[in-house]
């Protein structure tokens, strides 16, 4: 066609047509003009052939200066990036200008393609069925979840197979630990329905962190028992090759960016409860396993069963309750009923809450506090364990150490200030120990926090005498109780006695 170069297949065919067709139906069966076959007639070499190289069209900037002294720093230095190679070149040579960056981070690829270093080969591996569990953590803190508004410095405990592709995850509110690794492994495996032969980790370096050479052990042992209990085997990557996990290091971008796109689809962030945004994930990985479910089903008759019961996914301490009315975990302050004061309690720890037993018997579940990344302590406080007690001592409440942690709700906190800053502190004090009393006492918490949101709305001060009549218990929906007293002359028929029997006579 005019216009258009011919190519090398083009020339062949003419070619081919030319040993049984003249020149101008050769040329119209290759389609080619016959100007076009002429010269081919004359100059049988392939157009390929017949391109000549394109000169420089301008003066090579880095002439006399990428050998003389681009090459050298690569010598010395083979991890250096190009970036740096360009700013070091423009200290020297300021003349050079932005518009050489494209050309030395060109020369400087080819360069490495032939005298650079060898690289590290991704040796890709066949999968067996039934072989391969992997589990990892992966930060989440790049989503921005709030429960309730609140920021949620969360991770994800993330297990996969390596075969079929089955996944489950599970929130992590702390950072890597053996409790964290322990619950999340075993509930993929209680979900999944059996258990792979091997268990692969990272180094987990980071569940070891800070820990003692004593603890390490431990922990150790427990992981080493865990997966003894489960009949598989254990192995690790190395320390800092997380390619070596890439059977789940590239799912985890995978996941996160699902997770994104269905917050984007949900349009907002934020959550009313931890276990809505765990649910909110859970429906997530489902809807992918969905998409492997045949090979996930074929994988399972790989698995080996389940054993009869789960193994130990928390950590056990003991802790004295002390006369503050609580106890100290792990630089958190936790409150329980003063009734516990001086006894001394078993703490199962997970990773979101703790489980509080006194000998066998179970007491409570606590959620679980951390403290500061600055060492700073935190305190998890119930007011309904200390109210009764702040009744007879509310002048404590002003100056006590986990005050702001005392408070249900945000405007509870916010009616404190405002009372601080109407009244004397005697008053304040009365007023906002008696209002957590009232929430405790009739069980109005939500109730009572929206109107002490409308008093702050108007800038009001809580009417006490309003609120007592407002959670009064209602009369009419108390029951009508009517105790008929029986004579005791029906009883005395009931067991079949005589009176004599009955008053003793005769004996």
Same mark, same amino acid.
């Given at each position: ?274 276990? $809505? *945004? =765990?649910?909110?994930? @859970?429906?997530? !990985?489902? %809807?992918?396993?969905? &998409?492997? #479910?045949?090979? /996930?089903?074929? +994988? ?110 945000? $405007? *509870? =906190?916010?009616?404190? @200030?405002?009372? !601080?800053? %109407?009244?004397?502190? &005697?008053? #304040?004090?009365? /007023?906002?120990? +008696? ?73």
């Amino acid at each position: 066609m005019p216009g258009r170069h011919i190519t090398d297949h083009q020339m062949r065919l003419y070619m081919t047509y030319r040993k049984t067709y003249p020149i101008a139906v050769a040329a119209a069966k290759a389609s080619i003009s016959p100007a076009t076959a002429y010269r081919i007639e004359k100059d049988p070499r392939p157009p390929s052939q017949k391109t000549e190289a394109r000169g420089r069209r301008r003066p090579d900037p880095l002439a006399g200066i990428f050998d003389a002294e681009v090459v050298p720093m690569l010598q010395a230095a083979p991890g250096l990036r190009p970036v740096a190679v360009f700013e070091e070149l423009i200290r020297r040579h300021p003349d050079l200008g932005e518009s050489v960056r494209r050309t030395l981070e060109r020369r400087i690829r080819a360069w490495r393609a032939i005298h650079g270093e060898e690289q590290d080969v991704i040796f890709r591996q066949v999968q067996e069925p039934g072989r391969l569990g992997l589990s990892d953590f992966t930060d989440m803190a790049a989503l921005g979840i709030t429960i309730t508004h609140q920021v949620l410095d969360h991770r994800l405990y993330h297990f996969r197979l390596a075969y079929s592709g089955f996944e489950h995850a599970h929130v992590v509110l702390g950072g890597e630990s053996f409790v964290a690794l322990a619950e999340g492994l075993q509930n993929a495996l209680w979900s999944l329905g059996g258990v792979p032969r091997e268990h692969r980790t990272d180094s987990l370096s980071a569940a070891f962190r800070n820990l003692g050479k004593e603890a390490r052990e431990d922990l150790t042992r427990r992981y080493d028992e865990m997966i003894t209990h489960y009949g598989m085997v254990a192995s690790r990557n190395n320390a800092g090759i997380a390619r070596e996990n890439g059977a789940i290091e590239g799912p985890h971008g995978h996941l996160k960016r699902a997770i994104e796109d269905a917050l984007l689809l949900r349009g907002a962030r934020d959550f009313d409860t931890l276990t $809505a *945004y =765990r649910g909110f994930v @859970d429906e997530i !990985v489902s %809807r992918r396993n969905a &998409r492997n #479910a045949r090979r /996930i089903d074929a +994988e399972r008759s790989e698995l080996r069963q389940l054993p009869e019961q789960r193994s130990a996914d928390f950590e056990e301490l003991g802790v004295r309750v002390t006369s503050s009315g609580g106890f100290t975990l792990r630089k958190v302050f936790y409150t329980v009923p003063s009734r516990l004061i001086g006894h001394r309690l078993r703490v199962r720890l997970y990773d979101d809450r703790l489980d509080v037993f006194i000998g066998s018997t179970h007491l409570m579940t606590l959620p679980r506090g951390r403290a500061s990344p600055s060492g700073k302590h935190d305190q998890v406080v119930n007011y309904r364990h200390v109210i009764h007690a702040l009744k007879r001592k509310p002048m404590a409440l002003m100056r006590l150490v986990y005050r702001d942690q005392l408070f249900p709700r945000e $405007a *509870y =906190r916010q009616t404190f @200030d405002l009372l !601080v800053d %109407r009244l004397t502190e &005697r008053q #304040a004090c009365q /007023i906002m120990v +008696e209002l957590l009393g009232l929430a405790h006492e009739r069980g109005c918490e939500r109730e009572l926090a929206e109107e002490l949101s409308i008093c702050l709305g108007t800038g009001d001060l809580p009417d006490m005498g309003r609120l007592r009549t407002r959670f009064a218990p209602d009369a009419a929906s108390l029951p009508n109780v009517v105790v008929r007293l029986e004579p005791l002359q029906a009883y005395e028929a009931l067991i079949g006695s005589t009176p004599a029997l009955a008053t003793g006579e005769g004996a």
